[in-house]
Structures are given as structure tokens and as C-alpha cells.
């Protein structure tokens, strides 16, 4: 069974830019999960969703980011226009609705906005 | 509020060594607790989680970790410490939904030979 895969792995753009972060579950997993982690800190919740519908985007740091879930698979996560304090890593993580407990991660997509 | 304080970013170790990684927790609500741990280039995985059973939790790897709620602490633990251990671990709680993880800064450990 594939894991939570991520695209891309590193992207390297500059202040004003525009990025997209793409994630793809495990497939069946209705929850999908947006994380970041900046400058070797803690990994922090940006969102939820369940299906195509957004649970909780308490995390989310301003309305510079937009996650979008349609048909509920895929989900990407655009930033536009980025910043330099937007550089991190950001991690997809998945859960099965009726499963287990455990979220599972992606590798992630290491950004650097210069 | 949950919260996950990890003493330590870095953490170095002989093979064969001891391994204790420290972390100490702040939760509302009973806890549920996870240790993660990442290889380079890889996904965080899954080394135990601790979910209101037995306060003594065994993970993959040897790797073990003891619900201390009196010290509020579930700190990881490895007897003998082998190279391949060498990655990032993460402590975190999560939300009793288990839809939103709190996780620690992390700490990095390096296994010498």
C-alpha cells in the first residue's frame, strides 16, 4: 500500500511568488491533515479535513493560505503571495475514518522563500 | 491546552548505549500521547503511542516509553542504542479526537560508533 506522498519535495521561491503544495493520502483515508514546521521548530497543526470539507483550519497562519480538498482525494495548499517567514517544512499527514488512531505522514516539502 | 516540551534538541549516544529521550506534556484532558521519529528524507513514522491502556508502551525497534502522570512525562527510552537509531524524534499529544497533534520541538539523536 503507498503511503502519503507530497509534490514537491523542495521549491525554492522568491518573496511575492506564488507556491503550491500538493499531498495525496493513503488511499480511503477521509481525514487529511496540513502541518508546518518552521526553523527546526515544533511541527504545528495548520488544518483538517474530512472528506472534502474543512473540519478545522485554526492553524491556518493568515489568508495568505488556501487549502483546497475537491472530490475529496488529493488536497494542495497554495500560498500566494509567499513571504520569507514562510519557509519551513509542510507535512501532509492522513487518517482513516474508522481506523485507527495514528495519523500517517507524508516526507514532506521543504520551502524557501528568498 | 495541550502542549509538548522536549528537553534536548540534541542528543548523542555510543552504540550500545542507553537511549532517554525527555518529554514532558500539558494536557486539559487525559492525554494521548505519540512518539514519532524521522529518517532523512522520509515521512515521520510511527514509533508508539500511549492511548489510556498500559502506562508502560512498547514500540517498534526496542523502543519503550512510560506514562508518568504524577510527573506528567512520557519519555522514550532505548536499552542498547544501535547506528540506525541516528534520525529526529518527536514527541506530541493529541486532542481527544485524535484529529489535532501537538508535537514537541524535536530532538535529534546521533549514535557514535
Known amino acids: 500500500e503507498a503511503g502519503v506522498t507530497q509534490f514537491p519535495s523542495h521549491s525554492v521561491i522568491e518573496k511575492g511568488q506564488t507556491v503550491t503544495l500538493r499531498c495525496d493520502p493513503i488511499?480511503?483515508?477521509?481525514?487529511l491533515y496540513w502541518y508546518r514546521r518552521v526553523m527546526g521548530k515544533e511541527i504545528k497543526f495548520l488544518l483538517h479535513f474530512v472528506k472534502e470539507s474543512k473540519q478545522d483550519e485554526s492553524g491556518m497562519p493568515n489568508n495568505r493560505f488556501l487549502a483546497e480538498r475537491t472530490g475529496g482525494t488529493y488536497s494542495t495548499l497554495k500560498v500566494q503571495p509567499a513571504e520569507l517567514e514562510d519557509s519551513g517544512v509542510y507535512f501532509c499527514?492522513?487518517?482513516?475514518?474508522?481506523?485507527?488512531?495514528?495519523?500517517?505522514f507524508g516526507p514532506g516539502t521543504r520551502l524557501t522563500v528568498l | 491546552a495541550q502542549s509538548v516540551t522536549q528537553l534536548g534538541s540534541h542528543v548523542s549516544v555510543s552504540e550500545g548505549a542507553l537511549v532517554l529521550l525527555r518529554c514532558n506534556y500539558s494536557s486539559s484532558v487525559p492525554p494521548y500521547l505519540f512518539w514519532y521519529v524521522q529518517y532523512p528524507n522520509q515521512g515521520l513514522q510511527l514509533l508508539l503511542k500511549y492511548t489510556s491502556a498500559a502506562t508502560l508502551v512498547k514500540g517498534i525497534n526496542d523502543f519503550e516509553a512510560e506514562f508518568k502522570k504524577s510527573e506528567t512525562s512520557f519519555h522514550l527510552t532505548k536499552p542498547s542504542a544501535h547506528m540506525s537509531d541516528a534520525a529526529e524524534y518527536f514527541c506530541?499529544?493529541?486532542?481527544?479526537?485524535?484529529?489535532?497533534?501537538?508535537f514537541g520541538s524535536g530532538t535529534k539523536l546521533n549514535v557514535k560508533p
Open positions: 506530541a499529544v493529541s486532542d481527544l479526537d485524535f484529529n489535532k497533534f501537538y
Open positions: 488511499s480511503g483515508h477521509d481525514n
Open positions: 499527514a492522513t487518517r482513516d475514518l474508522r481506523g485507527d488512531n495514528e495519523q500517517f
